[in-house]
């Protein structure tokens, strides 16, 4: 034990650092002599006082809704800090949100993230839906609060946590602090949340708790590893043909020494930098093409592709542009800025920028995730991911994504990329002898070749049931020798593929479920796990659609009768998806 007091003990940094100089590496005799030395140095010199009856601490509740882990990580945060004030915190996923309990709740701390397009995240969707509803109960004698997490990029900006806000008071309960909407730079906004929420939630008359400092070392240990790591890129390889209209690359990174511990289902940041050419016509058409350390600060941190409604506004502020600030009054800004880009704005104005003034209307610049395409039994030094060219068309002009072309066109064997681990144990295996169905269109089938390379490793004894799908079998068909390999060991017990462009009508995945749909409800009812990764705006919401069509055809039950089921399976924890 090196570092054995933790860095939130009541010290400075410098502090924690001599203590741990002494006490990590003291023996067992002196920390015992230590001890029995600070206790005699208080009896000595505290004055006598007599010992406050002790009280339980107060209860705070702190309800989060998360698909990728932020809320919950602050969630966690939440609760360290809640415990130092005196607070006894419970946190509860929405997902186990039981409705009729709300009403007991004395605190309420609400941390939700907003996805799809205004959508809750999708294990909080049932309890979202539930609160929306008439079967809440008054909630009078509630306090609570609500940090909501969003992207400024799209136009439902943090919309779940502010109709989570206003249902809470429309059902009675007090708003203790305002919301904060927070962007993708969260961490200095939620961690002022935290305070202010924590300090109108603690008990007025809290006696201090004595000299019992509570710490976490499970979640230090948890969030100890995540960090950027350098990877060198070791295969750089496109999986469609040449005759395909996509990219899709198969990546391999290796790592300096051992991969970060992931599991199959986890996911990798990538730090990808702007494209130079964009940003080189940015400047130009900002007059500031001079100005080297600009450029070289935007190529590497700044979001200078997002035209977002505040950044519209931060631009019409700093620039006192007519146009753009013509677009905000009219409320037409809305819809202008959708399929545009800055550049978009800067070149329809033509005003000339100082290098503070663009620096100002962009934000920081964040990475992608990628779920991982390889589990560490058979890649234990690398990392394999699957990447899909985000590249289209709008308003007259070709655009492309900024991570995903980076990695198509300026990505290659041998060059560096930075990632950070997205642990997601909301998305990992059963056990071994657990039957799974996976649902993968198009790269949604990545974390599945991670499923199978473990299943494979381990000789899990479970069934596994792929259906893919994407455009053409000949051009499109990601993985397709490695699927052959697995069906012929018998890794991968059934394949159901579904290639939309090569049928007159589109077959998608879930004409395949519904095609196989006694199978589905066989293996469902016999304990399978149900996995849905890829497109979550339009496919995961069709899929699960058809799931509850199949269930009420085959065990002949009314639609209402068939949702029910399927909010069964996923109360179960058996109905899983990671959709983006
Ligand atoms: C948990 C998770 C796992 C993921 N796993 C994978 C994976 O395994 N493989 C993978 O390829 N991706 C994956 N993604 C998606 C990935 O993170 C990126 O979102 C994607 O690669 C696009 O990033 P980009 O930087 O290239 O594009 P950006 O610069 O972020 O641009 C994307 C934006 O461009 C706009 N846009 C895109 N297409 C169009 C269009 N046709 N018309 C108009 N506007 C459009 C939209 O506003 C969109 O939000 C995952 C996402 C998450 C959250
Ligand atoms: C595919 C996708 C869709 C999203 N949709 C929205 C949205 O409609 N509105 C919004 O404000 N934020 C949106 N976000 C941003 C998330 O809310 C944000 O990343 C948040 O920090 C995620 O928190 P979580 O990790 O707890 O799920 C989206 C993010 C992704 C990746």
């Known amino acids: 034990m090196n570092a054995p007091i933790p860095k939130n003990a009541p010290f400075a940094l410098e502090e924690i650092e001599i203590l741990n100089r002494v006490v990590g590496p003291a023996s067992v005799h002196q920390r015992a002599w230590l001890a029995g030395f600070l206790a005699g140095l208080d009896a000595a010199t505290v004055p006598a006082q007599v010992a406050p009856a002790a009280r339980p601490a107060e209860p705070l509740?702190?309800?989060?809704?998360?698909?990728?882990?932020?809320?919950?990580?602050?969630?966690?945060?939440?609760?360290?800090a809640a415990r130092k004030q005196g607070l006894r915190p419970e946190i509860i996923d929405m997902a186990d949100l039981d409705l009729g309990r709300l009403a007991g709740v004395?605190?309420?701390?609400?941390?939700?993230?907003?996805?799809?397009?205004?959508?809750p995240p999708a294990r909080a969707a049932n309890a979202y839906a539930d609160l929306m509803s008439d079967k809440v109960p008054a909630l009078a004698n509630v306090e609570y609060a609500?940090?909501?997490l969003g992207d400024t990029a799209y136009a439902e900006f943090c919309v779940v946590g502010k109709v989570i806000d206003e249902r809470l008071a429309v059902l009675g309960a007090k708003r203790v602090v305002e919301r904060i909407d927070c962007d993708l730079d969260f961490a200095e906004p939620a961690s002022r949340w935290i305070k202010q929420a924590l300090n109108a939630f603690a008990p007025t008359d809290l006696e201090p708790r004595g000299t019992v400092i509570e710490v976490d070392f499970a979640h230090q240990a948890a969030t100890a590893v995540l960090e950027p790591f350098e990877a060198e890129v070791i295969e750089h390889m496109n999986l469609n043909s040449s005759r395909s209209e996509k990219q899709t690359f198969h990546l391999e990174l290796a790592f300096d020494g051992r991969a970060p511990a992931y599991k199959p289902g986890d996911s990798f940041d990538l730090y990808a930098p702007n494209d130079p050419a964009y940003v080189d016509e940015l400047l130009t058409a900002t007059g500031l093409a001079s100005d080297d350390r600009l450029r070289a600060d935007l190529i590497d941190n700044r979001d200078v592709t997002t035209l977002s409604l505040k950044g519209l506004e931060a631009y019409a502020q700093a620039t006192h542009d007519r146009s753009a600030k013509d677009l905000l009054a009219s409320g037409e800004a809305r819809n202008w800025i959708i399929g545009r880009q800055l550049i978009d704005l800067i070149e329809n104005s033509q005003i000339k920028l100082s290098a503070e003034q663009l620096r100002n209307i962009t934000r920081p610049l964040g990475p992608r995730a990628y779920s991982i395409a390889s589990s560490r039994m058979e890649a234990p030094d690398g990392a394999h991911l699957l990447v899909a060219a985000v590249r289209y068309e709008s308003h007259g002009r070709t655009r492309k994504g900024v991570a995903s072309s980076f990695v198509a066109e300026r990505l290659r064997?041998?060059?560096?990329?930075?990632?950070?681990?997205?642990?997601?144990?909301?998305?990992?295996?059963?056990?071994?002898?657990t039957d799974i169905i996976m649902v993968g269109p198009g790269t949604g089938v990545a974390p599945f070749r991670a499923f199978m390379q473990e299943r494979r490793a381990v000789g899990a004894k479970g069934r596994s049931w792929l259906f893919f799908g994407d455009r053409r079998f000949t051009h499109d068909f990601l993985y397709q020798l490695e699927?052959?390999?697995?069906?012929?060991?018998?890794?991968?017990?059934?394949?159901?593929?579904a290639f939309s462009r090569d049928t007159p009508r589109k077959l998608y995945v879930q004409h395949r479920i519904w095609q196989h749909r006694r199978d589905v409800v066989d293996w469902i009812e016999g304990?399978?796990?149900?996995?849905?990764?890829?497109?979550?705006?339009?496919?995961?919401?069709?899929?699960?659609?058809?799931?509850?069509?199949?269930?009420?055809?085959v065990k002949r039950l009314t639609p209402g009768a068939a949702e029910q089921a399927i909010r069964a399976i996923e109360r179960e924890r058996r109905y899983l998806q990671d959709v983006y």
């Open 483 to 497: 699927w052959q390999e697995a069906l012929k060991d018998g890794v991968l017990t059934r394949m159901d593929v």
């Open 106 to 119: 004395r605190r309420l701390a609400v941390i939700v993230a907003t996805w799809g397009e205004g959508d």
């Open 146 to 148: 609500v940090l909501a």
């Open 61 to 80: 509740t702190i309800l989060f809704a998360s698909e990728s882990g932020n809320c919950e990580k602050l969630a966690g945060d939440m609760a360290k």
């Open 413 to 433: 064997k041998g060059s560096r990329a930075r990632v950070k681990l997205r642990p997601n144990k909301h998305f990992a295996l059963p056990s071994h002898d």
């Open 527 to 553: 304990g399978a796990h149900l996995y849905v990764c890829g497109d979550g705006k339009a496919m995961a919401k069709d899929v699960r659609k058809t799931l509850v069509d199949v269930f009420g055809d």
